[in-house]
T-cell receptor, first 112, second 114 residues
Framework: NAGVTQTPKFRVLKTGQSMTLLCAQD?????MYWYRQDPGMGLRLIHY???????AKGEVPDGYNVSRLKKQNFLLGLESAAPSQTSVYFC???????????FGPGTRLTVL | AQSVTQPDIHITVSEGASLELRCNYS??????LFWYVQSPGQGLQLLLK??????LVQGIKGFEAEFKRSQSSFNLRKPSVHWSDAAEYFC????????????FGTGTRLKVLA
């Protein structure tokens, strides 16, 4: 039981490049979330999903897209990376609305 | 607007001393409340949670938190801090009433002096 895993762990991009971050969970959770963590700002919700095939915008969705084609996977895409997207990205999943969230180890992304 | 405030950005305590980390929230109803801990380079781990009932909740690693409705607070406490408690701590409110979003505070970084 791996919990929540994220791929890759680190990445450096040039401005304008694209990439996809993969989040996978093996706990059969319905809810999945993508956050970004920046110094002094805590965690801010980018997008979330309440089930396979559904996605919704969070607090800071601009510049990101997501897909949840399979229940266990939640992909975060950056179509044209910008330096403002330099951050640590965390994925989380939850089995029910009131339960705790289980977090992945994070992806550290630098955009030059 | 819903919000979570952690007024202390940094806290330094000596090993063996007691600890209290503050958390205040603004929410339309009694929220679900959480404390998470993040060690350097790691994801967040749940310390404890409050849903209803007894307002003093116990968590892992010897932590406890008390929900005070009148003060809209959910402060985290530990009687005796260990060097391994050095980390960043996040308070969060969880969703009620049809929303699915959690709201996190900005975190309190704890330093422990030997």
């Amino acid at each position: 039981n791996a919990g929540v895993t994220q791929t890759p762990k680190f990445r450096v991009l040039k401005t304008g490049q694209s990439m996809t971050l993969l989040c996978a969970q093996d706990m059969n959770h319905e809810y999945m979330y993508w956050y970004r963590q920046d110094p002094g700002m805590g965690l801010r919700l980018i997008h979330y999903s309440v089930g396979e095939g559904t996605t919704a915008k969070g607090e800071v969705p601009d510049g990101y897209n997501v897909s949840r084609l399979k229940k266990q996977n939640f992909l975060l895409g950056l179509e044209s990376a910008a330096p403002s997207q330099t951050s640590v990205y965390f994925c989380a999943s939850g089995g029910a609305v009131v339960n705790e969230q289980f977090f992945g180890p994070g992806t550290r992304l630098t955009v030059l | 607007a819903q919000s979570v405030t952690q007024p202390d950005i940094h806290i330094t305590v000596s090993e063996g001393a007691s600890l209290e980390l503050r958390c205040n929230y603004s929410y339309g109803a009694t929220p679900y409340l959480f404390w998470y801990v993040q060690s350097p380079g790691q994801g967040l781990q749940l310390l404890l949670k409050y849903f209803s009932g007894d307002t003093l909740v116990q968590g892992i690693k010897g932590f406890e938190a008390e929900f005070k409705r009148s003060q809209s607070s959910f402060n985290l406490r530990k009687p005796s801090v260990h060097w391994s408690d050095a980390a960043e701590y996040f308070c969060a409110v969880g969703p009620r009433g049809g929303t699915y979003k959690y709201i996190f505070g900005t975190g309190t970084r704890l330093k422990v002096l030997a």
